[in-house]
């Protein structure tokens, strides 16, 4: 009987201390350390790995030429401090995160209605490239797929290279960084081998959606090829995060609504087919493209900007999301 009480004060005993532990481990998962460049570093580490899965873009030589290591990680918190580590100074094409900047000017330019009068807002089970129903109902299903995004560089008005221009000076804009360009080789690299979208231009060009002349894909060529770091993605999340504030506070194109439009579109479709699932793993608006980078905007916070090049099936990159997704456990950064 003695014997009995002893050993049920002691399982109570033990009881006591792991819920103390529970209350203790809760707290601690309430309130994790504050991010810094050694927390980003080390989760960096954790995924560096990741690129031995992938496979690096080479549809055209120039990307097939990327060096797989290389991977960079960086945050830009919701004060605008910026957080680097990995290989920050690697310059990499932003490919389709560009489609997202050219969504805001013609949308800016056009209006919301005006542009989703001939674009849908659908998600896709398609790779990004596919044609989807621009044979049936003739319009592309949103404007994160190629063929939407086509279309919504040729909304975007001024003739020749101008409307690439606009891209261009906006994305230098938002990461306050002038020597943003693009890459001359990849552009004609894209340019030469980009039949596919050649043939989605034409198609839509028939179906009355695109007036211009090929100087209209050129310019999404060239967008496609813009070169920048992993901080400026951070930087390009953060701004539609924000409002369309920038990282440094300049309120110059300072527009919620856009910003919700992207950042829905991001949701739903940027990371193409894989869109769903991410939503469900990493519940935040990101946008990947095949130069490896993958912009994410925490709404109302921060922004975050990562770069590995090898790829998963969809296209997206993949070390790349899985330092994303740990980030992301670890804060409870999730919108749900
Ligand atoms: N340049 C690529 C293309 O047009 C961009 C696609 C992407 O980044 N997913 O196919």
Request: with cysteine.
């Amino acid at each position: 009987m003695k014997k009995n009480s002893f050993l049920s004060a002691k399982v109570m005993l033990v009881a006591a201390l792991l819920s103390l532990n529970t209350v203790i481990y809760a707290q601690k998962s309430i309130d994790p350390p504050a991010i810094s460049e050694k927390i980003l570093s080390g989760i960096l580490e954790k995924n560096r790995a990741y690129y031995t899965q992938g496979k690096v873009a080479d549809y055209i030589p120039e990307l097939g030429k990327m060096d797989a290591k290389a991977i960079a990680f960086s945050l830009v918190d919701k004060n605008g401090k910026v957080f680097n580590t990995g290989d920050v100074h690697k310059k990499f094409t932003m490919q389709s995160i560009s489609k997202i900047i050219a969504l805001m000017l013609a949308v800016n330019e056009r209006g919301e209605a005006d542009v989703f009068d001939k674009i849908g807002y659908f998600g896709s089970d398609k790779p990004f490239n596919h044609f989807s129903n621009l044979e049936t109902t003739g319009k592309p299903l949103n404007p994160m797929m190629n063929a939407g995004a086509i279309l919504t560089t040729s909304l975007i008005a001024g003739d020749g290279e101008k409307p690439f221009l606009k891209i261009l000076d906006m994305v230098r804009y938002i990461t306050k960084n002038k020597t943003i360009d693009y890459n001359k080789s990849v552009y004609e690299s894209e340019k030469s081998t980009g039949n596919r979208n050649r043939g989605m231009f034409y198609l839509m060009k028939n179906n009355g959606l695109i007036s211009g002349n090929e100087d209209q894909l050129d310019n999404y060529f060239k967008q496609c090829s813009i070169e920048l770091t992993a901080e400026d993605l951070a930087k390009i999340g953060y701004f539609f995060a924000n409002q369309c504030v920038r990282f440094d506070g300049d309120a110059t194109h300072k527009n919620k609504e856009i910003a919700k439009l992207i950042e829905s579109q991001m949701l739903t479709a940027g990371m193409y087919e894989f869109s769903g699932e991410y939503s469900r793993n990493v519940g935040l608006p990101s946008k990947s493209g095949v130069g490896g980078g993958i912009t994410v905007s925490v709404p109302g916070k921060m922004g975050i900007g990562v770069f590995s090049p090898a790829l998963d099936q969809h296209g997206n990159s993949l070390a790349g999301y899985h330092m994303i997704l740990d980030l992301v456990k670890q804060y409870d950064l999730s919108v749900f």
